[in-house]
């Protein structure tokens, strides 16, 4: 059930049927904790790199409750970024996180890394979203990768922010999982 669009709720539909309360209560709590937080979120232009963090450390709780905890998740941050006073916009990095697990492992995938890297270079922040998944699938008339409307309405949104046509967003994607760098301005 990880590709079906309402994973979630069958996730926990499976402990309320399986009779395990426990679960069925906790992961409904998390669930709800993380609705409330994406709609305090998406009312505001920006927030601060830490809050952000607390976010996408909650979607992974969400998420990764339904895998058992098997996902590895991890985030670095270059210790010259200030996360309390840096501002940068809510939800930017979600959609990329989702897209890891949908697509990047299925439930036998031994050994399964998200990790997300914040840097600073000159007036830009550097978020590089990597896993170590199975890799984007080629499209079987072409050379070609499937073009994610996720990464294409993150890229135009960039552009708006950075305030040029770009490239804001590159993906890279092999056998050895995919990485995803996004470039937003800072100053």
Not at 26 to 38: A, T, V
Not at 63 to 77: G, M, P
Not at 88 to 95: R, V, W, Y
């Amino acid at each position: 059930f990880v590709n079906h669009p309402d994973y979630f709720q069958l996730s926990i539909q499976y402990y309320i049927l399986d009779n395990d309360v426990d679960n069925a209560l906790n992961s409904l709590g998390r669930f709800s904790h993380l609705i409330r937080q994406m709609l305090n979120m998406s009312t505001k232009n920006e927030v601060s790199l830490n809050e952000e963090i607390d976010f996408l450390k909650l979607y992974v709780e969400v998420e990764n409750f339904r895998w058992k905890n098997k996902i590895d998740f991890q985030i670095n941050v270059d210790q010259s970024i200030n996360i309390y006073t840096l501002k940068i916009p809510p939800m930017l990095i979600q959609p990329i996180l989702e897209n890891a697990f949908v697509h990047a492992f299925d439930q036998n995938y031994s050994n399964p890394i998200i990790e997300i890297n914040f840097s600073e270079d000159n007036d830009n922040l550097q978020i590089v979203v990597k896993d170590n998944g199975k890799g984007m699938i080629k499209k079987e008339d072409s050379n070609t990768i499937h073009e994610s409307k996720a990464l294409k309405i993150i890229d135009e949104r960039l552009s708006l922010l950075n305030k040029n046509n770009g490239p804001n967003i590159t993906l890279n994607s092999d056998d050895n999982g995919t990485k995803v760098t996004m470039v937003l301005r800072i100053n």
